[in-house]
């Protein structure tokens, strides 16, 4: 889990691809202290395990269902990501809680200037539409954003100059793609509330009269 805080970001210093998956080399400073392999470390949204690092650098693997759901397909050599390591339970949650499970990419329909704001409008598909609510929160690029504006085909977010500044964000230009991933909450809501339990076969339990007298109870 992680909290939608980039703490840097990074630049890919190298791509080795396979038949249909990648091993990405990420150059980095802050989130390798304290990292140890198998760590999990959020790129640009997308929750990857270290398989290897160095003083300034670490690589992880990235499968086929990733490269599908996500844009880390459109990485290059020299592209900048955002990083942030898992939270622990002595992290202050100053974002939401993100899980590093994109739900679909979106596209930078418009940008425009509101004073020290920028506003970013984003393109959505109904399956992510369903779980954005105004004023609710949502990562792009696995950065906790508070949605602004809603509309039937996208959502809007505003961004203040920080935000810009020390994150992938402020590269953003019209026509570019993002990672989403709404709010867990919602979709576990859904699954609930939808989940028909009459289809489901009760387990029987091996706790049996026979179980307890042969264990000595």
């Not at 980039?6 to 990292?35: C, H, R």
């Not at 590093?100 to 990419?105: E, K, L, N, S, T």
């Not at 961004?159 to 994150?167: G, K, S």
Request: with cysteine; aromatic share 6%; proline share 1%.
């Amino acid at each position: 889990m992680f909290t939608g805080l980039a703490e840097e970001t990074g630049k890919i210093k190298k791509i080795s691809k396979g038949t249909a998956s990648s091993v990405l080399e990420i150059q980095a400073k802050k989130v390798l202290e304290g990292t140890v392999l198998g760590d999990s470390i959020c790129v640009s949204g997308v929750c990857l395990s270290v398989t290897s690092f160095t003083t300034n650098s670490f690589t992880a693997d990235v499968m086929h269902e990733t490269l599908n759901r996500s844009i880390l397909k459109d990485l290059k050599a020299g592209s900048i990501v955002n990083l942030e390591r898992a939270l622990t339970l002595s992290t202050r949650l100053g974002g939401h809680i993100v899980s590093g499970h994109v739900d679909g990419v979106s596209e930078i329909i418009s940008v425009t200037k509101d004073d020290n704001a920028t506003w970013f409008e984003f393109s959505a598909e109904k399956n992510i539409l369903k779980y954005i609510i105004e004023k609710g929160s949502v990562a792009i690029d696995g950065l906790s954003l508070t949605v602004a504006k809603l509309s039937h085909h996208s959502f809007s977010i505003s961004a203040i100059p920080h935000t810009l500044a020390v994150t992938t964000l402020g590269t953003k230009k019209l026509g570019d793609k993002v990672n989403v991933e709404v709010d867990l909450i919602g979709k576990y809501v859904e699954n609930l509330l939808k989940f028909d339990y009459s289809k489901q076969e009760p387990k029987k339990s091996v706790i049996t009269a026979e179980f307890l007298q042969k264990y000595g109870f």
